[in-house]
């Protein structure tokens, strides 16, 4: 069983940072590929950001040259630095596997960009 905690969300002015942390019970370390997803109110879940095990790493679109994924394999966790913080970011954050399983959604962790 895998399981995922997800902390670091908070309330931000636009353009500050945040940075998220992931982290797994369970065995992923070297062997998932992992994402950061979020999911906006009255919106689907996307894809932000996924690393592979060899540290292969995309973004969606909207977030390049803002945010950056990591990966921790010996402490089983990935981050997400995001800086330049947009209100557009303002979303519920999660991790899973890359692509995802649905058995392990977290609870995720609230983001929100407003002055």
């Known amino acids: 069983q895998v399981q995922f905690v997800e902390s670091g969300g908070d309330l931000v002015q636009p353009g500050g940072s945040l940075r998220l942390s992931c982290a797994a019970s369970?065995?992923?370390?070297?062997?998932?590929?992992m994402g950061w997803y979020r999911q906006a109110l009255g919106k689907q879940r996307e894809l932000v950001a996924g690393i592979t095990p060899i540290g292969t790493i995309r973004y969606t679109d909207s977030v390049k040259g803002r945010f950056a994924i990591s990966r921790d394999n010996a402490k089983n966790t990935v981050y997400l630095q995001m800086n330049s913080l947009k209100p557009e970011d303002t979303a519920v954050y999660y991790c899973?596997?890359?692509?995802?399983?649905?058995?392990?959604w977290g609870r995720g962790t609230q983001v929100t960009v407003s002055s």
């Open positions: 369970g065995r992923i370390s070297g062997l998932y590929a």
């Open positions: 899973n596997g890359a692509p995802p399983d649905t058995r392990f």
